[in-house]
Antibody, heavy 126, light 110 residues
């Protein structure tokens, strides 16, 4: 059974930092691109960042690069999201997501998101 | 403002059909396959449709989708109260080198 379990969320003051973690199981982690998607309260889904299976392709959402850093450790079957200089508008549930298309070779792009974690809440008070 | 455009809401009576549109451009829907996600209140999103029209095995046939040019549609037939949820379309934008979502459509069963 595929499982994605996020951790690391919490209440952080503006300007602070957080490192979100996503531990996975039930699939060959090193074959898949991984993604972080966030959802602000009452809002839609926002793609935050993605990292290809061997970390060769890393992308960030518009205006997020610079404060957000995605990484992965294939030996630990985990993906991470470092967020620095947190802002009020970063308040959201952050989901760890798996891209549906596996590959021995790295994919430069994403295809669809077949497994989602339960999410971890990041709150940055005003 | 989302790159993909969806209507904010649609509604219909139980047993009826609703159609949700998702409009994009040549660099996203016109280039890549579209997927659809259902998010019931309080839960994480789940994959409903991938590769424009394919359904994961657990998704009932009442959910169908298609794509033409730079637009995609999701149809939900035989509407049930359990279908009340937010629905999002998404695809890869090759000009932006990013994934893009639609703004989401709230489905209400009257």
């Amino acid at each position: 059974e595929v499982q994605l379990v996020e951790s690391g969320g919490g209440l952080v003051k503006p300007g602070g930092s957080l490192r979100l973690s996503c531990e996975t199981s039930g699939f060959i982690f090193s074959d898949y691109s991984m993604i972080w998607v966030r959802q602000a309260p009452g809002k839609g889904l926002e793609w935050v960042s993605s990292i290809s299976s061997k970390s060769g392709y890393i992308y960030y959402g518009e205006s997020l690069e610079g404060r957000f850093t995605i990484s992965r450790d294939n030996s630990k079957k985990s993906v991470y999201l470092q967020i620095n200089n947190l802002r009020v508008e970063d308040t959201a549930v952050y989901y760890c997501v798996r891209d549906a298309r596996p590959g021995f070779l790295e994919w430069y792009r994403l295809f669809s998101f077949d497994y989602w974690g339960q999410g971890t809440l990041v709150t940055v008070p005003s | 403002q989302s790159v993909l455009t969806q209507p904010p809401s649609v509604s219909a009576a139980p047993g009826q059909m609703v159609t949700i549109s998702c409009s994009g451009s040549a660099s996203n829907i016109g280039y890549s396959s579209v997927s659809w996600y259902q998010q019931v209140p309080g839960a994480a999103p789940q994959l409903l449709i991938y590769d424009d029209y394919k359904r994961p095995t657990a998704i009932p046939g009442r959910f169908s989708a298609s794509k033409s040019g730079t637009s995609a549609t999701l149809d939900i037939s035989g509407l049930q109260t359990g279908d009340e949820a937010d629905y999002f379309c998404g695809t890869w934008d090759d000009s932006l080198n990013s994934w893009v979502f639609g703004g989401g459509t709230r489905v209400t069963v009257l």
